[in-house]
């Protein structure tokens, strides 16, 4: 990482204020360069940066020198005003100096690497970035504080301490060590894998709040699924006629329900037809809501069960349309929430039962999500190794061992690295061996 480098840190276009970013060691020379002298660390200044005689602008400027910056190495901020002229004209200043633009991620790829941060804060920038509701970024936020790598770091004492109690029977048979010492990993080993086995049963929690939601609407034909559809997204995203079966495809809509980002879906009507454009709608549908964590069975009354009776699951929710007409709507055992697209009747209480629903599923547990499929199979791997090398552990140590050490590569990946060192300090604080 010889290189300095520089990237606009807001959005591109006209605007008040546009901030460069530099990082590298070349920042100081490049700053003396711009006519930006007399700096103190993290202290704003204004300053004319000019290049070959020509003036760029009067800037703020602001300089941070390493370790104490977000990458790690010497960093500065140039604060400009925001045309595009101006932009322009300090990035070809920039680019002439020897500095080049910035990869996508590169600087908080330096942080990583620099040790400022661990691959699951790194990610948690990129969440935060993205965050569109206030669950999204409280959860990308909590995992930048470290909050989820404090979890993962417990995990790699308590293996850490395992292989320890392993390796120090296997490698030092001869020195003052208890007899059976391996042994004597067996709880630590059974805590650790409850623990995991907790984190990858809730792993689905952090993925849902960072990438949304899935409720999908099934029903029969002519049931109001489109029009309960635009009900709740507040617009005429979906075509409603009289005609049954006007809903050929899977209709998508994204909202924000108390606070939580979803994804809403409408679906085809569940039936059985000879029209191969309807068949394949009702193949979408069904395969939909087989992957929604709820659907909404919209029925009305005098509805046959049908179908869709076969998609729903324990905790789903039958609503009621067609509240203005008279008739009984059969629930199979789940809970009913009677309402009226047309009349706006009892739609508050479905926007409330959602929004609880939502903070009950995404909130409340103890173990801090897991935001990425990439980090539930690296416990998933770590929970099987785990496992692995409980079962081994009274028959061969050093198999555990071998287990252990595929579980502690499986950790690894998501935050850092587990070394030899890491392993021998355990051993060694642990153990008066060789005395």
């Known amino acids: 990482m010889t290189d300095t480098i520089f990237a606009l840190a807001t959005p591109p276009g006209r605007g008040a204020i546009a901030v460069l970013r530099l990082s590298g060691p070349a920042v100081e020379q490049t700053l003396t360069a711009l006519g930006a002298t007399r700096l103190k660390p993290r202290m704003a200044s204004v300053r004319d940066l000019a290049h070959d005689g020509v003036r760029i602008d009067q800037a703020l400027v602001l300089r941070f020198v390493a370790p104490h910056s977000y990458t790690g190495e010497d960093c500065a901020e140039l604060h400009l005003h925001g045309g595009r002229a101006v932009v322009e004209a300090a990035s070809q200043a920039l680019i002439a100096l ?8 590169e600087f908080t790829r330096r942080a990583f690497q620099n040790g400022r941060m661990d691959l699951a804060q790194a990610e948690a920038v990129a ?6 509701t206030t669950a999204q970024a409280r959860q990308a936020l909590g995992q930048l504080d470290g909050r989820l790598s404090e979890t993962y770091a417990g995990f790699r004492r308590d293996l ?17 060590v208890p007899d059976n010492l391996a042994r004597t990993a067996g709880p630590v080993l059974d805590r650790l894998a409850e623990d995991l086995r907790r984190a990858v049963e809730t792993g689905r929690r952090g993925e ?3 990438d949304g939601y899935r409720i999908v609407l099934i029903g029969e034909t002519n049931a109001g699924k489109s029009s ?3 009900a709740l997204v507040a617009r005429e995203a979906a075509i409603v006629t009289p005609i049954a079966g006007t809903t050929r495809d899977v209709l998508d809509a994204d909202l924000i329900i108390g606070g939580y980002a979803v994804t809403l879906s ?3 009507g569940l039936r059985d037809s000879d029209d191969p454009i309807e068949a394949e709608g009702v193949r979408r549908a069904r395969a939909r809501a087989e992957q929604a964590d709820l659907r909404l069975w919209v029925r009305a009354p005098g509805d046959p069960d049908g179908v869709a009776a076969d998609y ?11 509240a203005d007409l008279e008739g009984a709507v059969p629930n199979r055992g789940l809970e009913v929430l009677t309402v009226s697209t047309r009349s706006g009747e009892g739609m508050s209480r479905l926007h409330d039962w959602l929004a609880a629903r939502l903070a009950r599923d995404l909130s409340g547990a103890d173990f801090p999500a897991v935001t990425r499929e990439r980090h539930r199979l690296r416990l998933t791997e770590a929970l099987a190794a785990v496992e ?10 050093e198999m555990a061992g071998d287990d252990l050490r595929r579980a502690a590569a499986a950790l690894s990946r998501v935050t850092g690295e587990v070394g030899v060192e890491d392993i021998l300090g355990e051993v060694f604080s642990s153990f008066c061996i060789g005395k």
């Open 127 to 132: 969440d935060l970035i993205d965050a569109e």
């Open 228 to 230: 309960l559809f635009n």
């Open 388 to 397: 692995a090398g409980r079962k081994a552990l009274d028959i061969a140590p």
């Open 312 to 322: 729903v699951r324990p905790g789903d929710l039958v609503v009621a349309n067609k």
């Open 98 to 105: 020897g500095v080049r633009p910035a990869e996508p991620g």
């Open 160 to 176: 850490l301490h395992a292989l320890a109690l392993v390796e120090a029977e296997i490698d030092f048979p001869d020195e003052d």
């Open 208 to 210: 849902r709040v960072r």
């Open 266 to 268: 409408d679906t085809a």
